[in-house]
């Protein structure tokens, strides 16, 4: 084959992949903003806010989950990491306090077995409450989560584009630069040798 002609597939076939990376992030880019936003839009509507430190309750909490909290105190919640935190440092640790650390599933079915114990019951009630409004905090995490992971392949995305498009003028250079006649594997001549006898 043509040196030319492999240089010129190779340049095109460059261009090509260019163009798919940079399309690539863009929806990348996008997928990333969408999550945010819609992160953001929910969680502020929710106005959720971080407790102060000199809050009781952020006082009460055990060491590692107020410095945890400590960083968005008196915030308002727009995020996954600040939901995530609200969720493993906050909700967690006081539904750990509520039935003696006991699931929603073992406390109902505990209330079920004592279906005239009414203190029993709102423990019920108030696990159920809380561990929904965690899974959910969470949920926003993971999606949120999707959106960072969606900018980090746009970033990605748009530093391969910029290297094949590089590595494409380079090729461009070189076919501009190459003989018409030179091959890519010249072929050799064989010598055969004649039998004298």
């Known amino acids: 084959m043509r040196r030319r002609t492999f240089d010129a597939l190779a340049t095109a076939a460059g261009l090509i992949l260019v163009a798919v990376l940079v399309v690539a992030g863009v929806l990348l880019l996008w997928g990333h903003s969408y999550a945010n936003n819609q992160v953001s839009s929910q969680l502020s509507a929710q106005k959720i806010v971080f407790p102060t430190k000199t809050n009781p309750e952020f006082k009460a909490l055990p060491k590692a989950d107020a410095a945890a909290m400590g960083q968005y105190a008196g915030q308002l919640m727009t995020n996954g990491a600040q939901a995530k935190t609200y969720a493993d440092h906050f909700i967690a640790y006081h539904l750990s306090l509520i ?77 501009r630069r190459t003989s018409p006649e030179a091959e890519i594997m010249p072929r050799t001549a064989t010598r055969v040798q004649a039998n004298t006898a």
């Open 99 to 175: 039935g003696g650390g006991k699931t929603y599933s073992q406390l109902s079915a505990l209330s079920r077995a004592h279906p005239t114990n009414a203190a029993l019951a709102g423990e019920v009630q108030t696990v159920f409450q809380g561990t929904t409004l965690r899974s959910m905090l969470l949920e926003a995490y993971g999606f949120w989560q999707m959106g960072q992971i969606a900018l980090v392949g746009a970033i990605v995305s748009f530093i391969a584009a910029g290297l094949m498009l590089i590595l494409s003028v380079f090729g461009f250079v070189h076919l």
